[in-house]
């Protein structure tokens, strides 16, 4: 039952450029989004969110844009960074499931210099 | 910054046996969560407890697991009789939320459970 779905297991992009992650739903019911980002060995670490009142939400390199008609959302990293290079995840919730988190299949970055 | 704290890092057990697998959540956290992630999957859903009993459960927490907060600082993951299917890394996390349900989860760093 993939509710969340993030259909490329791999990105890799040049040290400067954009990177975009994309993540897909299927619950009409989700009403809150968030990105973890995750190293071997490491439990996720949340970088941004978005409810589903809006359709953008940035916080510095970061920018989650979320369109609802679509059932999709996307991470922008501008500009990407050695760093960055960790695998990504997309985590959806439901005002009826609490606070339940359901993840994607992650997206692994590679950011090259 | 505060953080969720996991132990033991890595525990490999013998088939049938007992686990429990502690976490400290964040100090003035309210929710408290399990996931798990098999080798190749997903991060799953477990459990998640508040106020001193489960709030919400998956089909995968079935009646070998159960949880606890003893006393007042820990949240255990029991599991009664492993089975191999049962490895897999277990993540402890907490968030809030303040009256806002919305708010991020903060996850540990995870305990890898290897059942032989």
């Known amino acids: 039952d993939q509710q969340v779905k993030q259909n490329s297991p791999s990105l890799s992009v040049q040290e400067g450029r954009i990177s975009i992650l994309n993540c897909d739903y299927t619950?009409?019911?989700?009403?809150?989004f968030l990105w973890y980002k995750k190293y071997p060995a490491e439990g996720p670490t949340f970088l941004i969110s978005?409810?589903?009142?809006?359709d953008k939400n940035e916080d510095g390199r970061f920018t989650v844009f979320l369109n609802k008609s679509a059932k999709h959302l996307s991470l922008h990293i501008v500009p990407s960074q050695p760093g960055d290079s960790a695998v990504y995840f997309c985590?959806?919730?439901?005002?009826?499931?609490?606070?339940?988190?359901?993840f994607g299949t992650g997206t692994q970055l590679k950011v090259e210099l | 910054e505060p953080e969720v704290t996991q132990t033991p890092s890595h525990q490999v057990t013998q088939m049938g046996q007992e686990v429990i697998l502690r976490c400290v959540p964040i100090?003035?956290?309210?929710?408290f969560y399990w996931y798990r992630q098999i080798l190749g999957q997903k991060v799953e859903f477990l459990v998640s407890?508040?106020?001193?009993?489960?709030?919400?459960k998956s089909e995968i927490f079935d009646d070998q697991f159960s949880v606890e907060r003893p006393d007042g600082s820990n949240f255990t993951l029991k599991i009664r009789s492993t089975k191999l299917e049962d490895s897999a890394m277990y993540f402890c996390?907490?968030?809030?939320?303040?009256?806002?349900?919305?708010?991020?989860?903060?996850f540990g760093q995870g305990t890898r459970l290897t059942v032989v």
């Open positions: 996390a907490s968030s809030y939320p303040g009256g806002n349900r919305n708010t991020e989860a903060f």
């Open positions: 619950n009409s019911m989700f009403d809150y």
């Open positions: 978005i409810s589903s009142i809006k």
């Open positions: 985590a959806a919730s439901d005002a009826g499931g609490g606070n339940k988190l359901t």
């Open positions: 100090s003035n956290h309210l929710y």
């Open positions: 407890f508040y106020n001193n009993e489960i709030s919400e």
